[in-house]
């Protein structure tokens, strides 16, 4: 049976409409590469591609060579606006992003840089030489799912925005999104998207 990380860490990855959830993010592995620019130019779409290229090759290393069988994680976005409150990538020509995808904890530094470069070699992507790979941990976060076209995804931020408040919380990191349905595979009012925000209790 197939395992990955949406199975592994349910809760995290299971978020709802229905209710804005805290949750406690544990690190994870990432391979990540860094940005600025609206979501919809052709730049963003090549770095989404060298990380899912990097990650089906990955997972092809850690089948070949350990054995190891798992389902890829999905992509996601850190996104720093700026003015969190105000997010909305669709009035934001220069935003400064992150876009990352978890791996399994046995991928080390040495091993990923070997991946990469042999990736590089074969695949017409310019960006696959400028994915990273980092542990990350967000720790204490609010979060909410949101269905539908990401330019009404205000809305449910606006509606954390307010949750945060009223619970006497800070923002401690960025606007994360993490998109369950590829955007190149579903129609837009079919997508779904994880809107999170690490935060802490005030005086804490």
Not at 3 to 8: A, F, L, M, Y
Not at 39 to 65: D, M
Not at 67 to 85: C, K, Q, R, V
Not at 173 to 191: A, C, N, Q, T
Request: glycine letters at 4%; aromatic letters at 10%; proline letters at 3%.
């Amino acid at each position: 049976m197939k395992e990955g990380i949406r199975k592994e860490y349910k809760k995290v990855y299971d978020a709802t409409t229905k209710r804005i959830d805290i949750v406690d993010v544990p690190e994870f592995n990432f391979i990540m590469i860094d940005g600025i620019g609206n979501p919809k130019v052709e730049e963003f779409r090549l770095k989404k591609h060298a990380l899912k290229i990097l990650s089906q090759e990955i997972r092809e290393y850690f089948k070949r060579e350990k054995d190891l069988i798992y389902l890829i994680s999905p992509l996601e976005g850190l996104w720093d606006t700026y003015d969190n409150s105000q997010f909305d990538v669709t009035r934001k020509k220069m935003i400064r992003f992150t876009l990352m995808m978890a791996q399994p904890k046995l991928l080390d530094e040495q091993t990923f840089e070997a991946i990469k470069q042999e990736t590089a070699n074969k695949k017409d992507n310019p960006y696959i030489v400028d994915v990273y790979l980092k542990k990350f941990k967000e720790g204490e976060c609010v979060q909410t799912l949101h269905k539908g076209a990401y330019n009404t995804e205000i809305n449910d931020t606006i509606k954390i925005m307010e949750y945060i408040t009223i619970q006497n919380m800070k923002l401690t990191g960025f606007h994360h999104e993490i998109y369950l349905k590829d955007e190149e595979k579903v129609p837009e009012e079919k997508l779904k998207t994880i809107v999170r925000y690490a935060i802490e209790e005030q005086g804490a």
